[in-house]
């Protein structure tokens, strides 16, 4: 399985990447209005860091504007992946950019029937919203095992990134359920380090070692 990091700081970029989990990275127009800079300079900042996938979101929502983008964004770095809305201009868009070889991550998945036509138009990648189904009350996980399910029947080469990750355990349920990817905020990298009962335990060590450190 996979580790995205969903982020576009790039000191958390670096950091994780220095620590060997960050095979890719997924950015969305929020998390680059949060560090104030512009996408382009981002992007080709990011690109420098991490050797995988990159999604890259577009703004247009019209199906030649998104081409547009689309285009422009791959011709960026060959590690980009555009990132599509699941609306008809952006199946329009995805089935032209997959023949034209340019990978999109469809984004903003929340039915399983999304994610089949996305993978029937050629999606490189789905992103179903786990955490934003949680929030109203629905099942995010269950989505996720929905798609493995039918992805797994007809041998779709869509990978499935697990995204809106809100706690470790949805990554856990990713991994067991069979997902290639979670997409994970910076975080909930850091809850998936850490157990109370290892920082319990290392402290236990060090001063049980303290009593005996000097014997000869
Ligand atoms: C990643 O591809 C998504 O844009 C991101 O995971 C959305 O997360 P959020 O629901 O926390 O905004």
Redesign the pocket.
Known sequence: MDF?I?TANLEDIKKYNALGVVDGV???P??IAKEGVSLEKRIKEIVEVVNGPI?T?VIATDAEGMLEEARKYASWHKNIVV?IPMTVEGMKALKVLSKEGIKV?V??IFSAGQALIAAKNGAAYV?P?V??LD?ISEDGMALVHEITTIYGNYDFDTKI?V????HPRHVVEAAMMGADIA?I?SDIMDKLFKHPLTDKGVAAFLADWEKVKNLQ
């Open positions: 995205y969903d997924t950015t969305n929020s998390l999604s979101e990132k991550n984004t903003l992103s919203f955490g934003r929030d990134i995204a809106s990750v809100r997409t905020p």
